[in-house]
C-alpha cells in the first residue's frame, strides 16, 4: 500500500480519496478552504459533493499544502484554471522525481496548454501522468465498477501507479499517450456541452447521436494534429468518457447545456449548476487551437459562438445542418477532406 496526498476536495478528488483510502492506501485530502478542512475532520462527509458518503479513517483532512508532499504520489483534482497556482505553491517542498497525477480535465485558459504541460513548466524535477475516463465522482465514491487510463510517458511509472490504484472496483488500464489521453479527458467537455444544449432545445436522440459521432470526430483530428495517437480516442479516455458525460445525470457540462438550450445565459447556468463547467472554458481554448492546427472542427465554432457571442443555440444548428455536402469515407470523417 501507498502513501497519497490528493489535491483538492471537489468531487472527484474526494470520490477518488475514498477509493484509494478503501483500498488500504493511506491518503491525504487537501482542501484550499480551512472551514472545509475543518468540517471533514468533525463529520468525515463531504457534505456539498458527496453528502450521502462516509469517507473511512485512514484520510488525513489538512489545509496545508506542505504537507502533501511527503508522499509517493501527489494526485492533482482542483480545477483547471487553478493548476498553474497550485503548482507553485507545491514546487518549493516537492523532492526530484516526484510522481504528480493529474485527474484535472481543462485548459490553462491563458496559454491553452494541457494542464500537463503546465505541471512540467512549474515543477520541472516531477514525473507526470495523467488519469481519464468515464468516471462520475458520485458512482466512484459509492464502489460502483468503473474503469479508468493512467497515462505516463515512461510506461513503468503509468504500471506502478496502475498496481496502487486498480481496485475489485476501480479498474485501471496503463498508456504512454500522455497528450492523447488528456486531450480526451478535456475535449469532450465541450460535446457535452453541446449535447446538453440539444437536450434543453428540445431535439431527440437522433441529434445528440450525431453530436456525439461527429464530435468524437472533432476531438480526434484536433488531438492527431496535436500529436496524440490515434488509437487513444476509441479508449476510455476519448469514446468511453465522450458516451458518460454526454449521456449521465451527474455531468455538469450536460446540466450547463441543457440550461443554456432552454434559454438561461451562459453565467446563469454556471451558478445553477454551482460547480466548475470546464466545457465553457476549453471551448474557447479549442477554438484557439483549431486556428492554431489549422483543423476543422465544426461543431466547436458554433458553440463557441452560442457561449463567446451570443448567438442563439437553434441559429448554430442551422449552420451545422446546412453546411456543405460531404462524404463520410474514413479519412474524410476524421481529417475533414
Known sequence: MAKISVVGSGSWGSALSVCLATNGNDVTLWSRNEETT??????????RYLPDVVMPNNIIFTSEISKCTDAEIIILATPSHTI????KKLSPSVKSSQIIMCISKGFDEDTNQVLCDVIKEEIPNSVVAVMSGPSHAEEV????????????????????????????????????????????????????????????LGYGDNTKAALMTRGMAEIIRLGVAMGAKFETFSG????????????????????????IGQGKTVEEAQREVNMVV????????????????????????ELYKVIYENLPPKECVSSLMCREMKDETEKSYIFGE
Do not use: W
Not at 244 to 259: E, F
Not at 281 to 293: D, E, M, S
Open 38 to 47: 475543518k468540517l471533514l475532520n468533525e463529520t468525515r462527509v463531504n457534505t
Open 84 to 87: 498553474r497556482e497550485v503548482c
Open 141 to 200: 465514491s459509492k464502489g460502483l465498477p468503473t474503469t479508468n487510463v493512467i497515462a505516463c510517458e515512461d510506461i513503468k511509472v503509468a504500471q506502478f501507479i496502475q498496481g496502487i490504484v486498480i481496485s475489485p472496483d476501480f479498474r485501471v488500464y496503463a498508456s504512454d499517450d500522455v497528450l492523447g489521453v488528456e486531450l480526451g479527458g478535456s475535449l469532450k467537455n465541450i460535446i457535452a456541452l453541446a449535447s446538453g444544449i440539444s437536450d434543453g
Open 236 to 259: 476510455l479516455s476519448g469514446i468511453g468518457d465522450l458516451i458518460v458525460t454526454c449521456t449521465s445525470i451527474h455531468s455538469r457540462n450536460r446540466r450547463a447545456g441543457i440550461l
Open 278 to 301: 470546464e466545457g465553457v472554458k476549453a471551448t474557447k481554448c479549442a477554438y484557439k487551437l483549431a486556428k492554431k492546427y489549422g483543423v476543422e472542427m465544426p461543431i466547436t465554432n
